[in-house]
């Protein structure tokens, strides 16, 4: 049997994209955080 691994390493993949949605954005340190009662960051830009 044989077996494959794949790994997606998507790196401020979210973030990126909210830069492409929004231009204002770019050049910018933004953070793109979940719906929730407790804030978790799901993508950052560096």
Do not use: C, W
């Amino acid at each position: 049997m044989h077996r494959s691994i794949i790994h997606l390493d998507m790196n401020a993949f979210f973030a990126s994209v909210e830069q492409q949605a929004s231009p204002e954005l770019k050049g910018k340190p933004i953070a793109v955080v979940g719906a929730s009662h407790r804030t978790v960051i799901t993508a950052a830009f560096y």
